[in-house]
Structures are given as structure tokens and as C-alpha cells.
Nanobody
Framework: VQLQASGGGWVQAGGSLRLSCTAS????????LAWYRQPPGKEREFVAS???????KYADSAKGRFTISRDNAANAISLQMDSLKSEDTGVYYC???????????????YGQGTLVTVSS
């Protein structure tokens, strides 16, 4: 498995979840990684990214509530999601790509996602 996301589930609004993604060495080493999500009936959207040197970047909707981190020893990234809202509902995917002039450029592989359902 090249990219495997886990940790999704059902949570009430205001609650927290922590997502994890493990990546193959080829997709992890020297790469930026990111979380995307696809809400029901909508297009996939960027949530957060972390560069190879652990610099984070967040979508406006995630700022102040989500925290992305990477564990280089485990070839893994995590997304701590707090103060969840119903609009955070969706399938969350991780992605391996690049950071160019501060912007995340996704690669082609999103792997299998994990479903997050936030109930209001």
C-alpha cells in the first residue's frame, strides 16, 4: 500500500478525531504530504500539508482547529482535528506531492481514504 489513511469515524460537533496516514518510503522521503477531503456531493479539496522539513500549511477552514504533523521515523503523517463541525464531514485522503513557493502541488496518488462523519 502506497498511501493508507485511517482514524476516521463518527463524532458529534465540537469533538475531536486524529487521522493517520502511512506512506511508502518512495512517497514519503523528501516529499511534502497533505490531507484532502471530499464532502458528500462535492469536489475534493485541500485541507493541510506539511513539507519535507515539517512546515505546515492550512486551508482557511482548517486554521486554528486542525494540526498536521509528520513522523519521519514511521513514514507517517497525522491530522489532529478539534472543534469539528458538520461541514468537516467527508472522506479524507492523504497525498504525496511537492511544495513550490509555499504552495502545495499534489501528486497523482491519493490512496484509500477514511470517512469522517460529524453529527450536529
Amino acid at each position: 500500500v502506497q498511501l493508507q489513511a485511517s482514524g476516521g469515524g463518527w463524532v458529534q460537533a465540537g469533538g475531536s478525531l486524529r487521522l493517520s496516514c502511512t506512506a511508502s518510503r518512495r512517497l514519503f522521503n523528501g516529499q511534502s504530504l497533505a490531507w484532502y477531503r471530499q464532502p458528500p456531493g462535492k469536489e475534493r479539496e485541500f485541507v493541510a500539508s506539511v513539507s519535507y522539513d515539517s512546515r505546515p500549511k492550512y486551508a482557511d477552514s482548517a486554521k486554528g482547529r486542525f494540526t498536521i504533523s509528520r513522523d519521519n521515523a514511521a513514514n507517517a503523517i497525522s491530522l489532529q482535528m478539534d472543534s469539528l463541525k458538520s461541514e468537516d464531514t467527508g472522506v479524507y485522503y492523504c497525498n504525496s506531492g511537492r511544495t513550490v513557493y509555499g504552495s502545495y502541488i499534489p501528486g497523482p496518488n491519493y490512496g484509500q481514504g477514511t470517512l469522517v462523519t460529524v453529527s450536529s
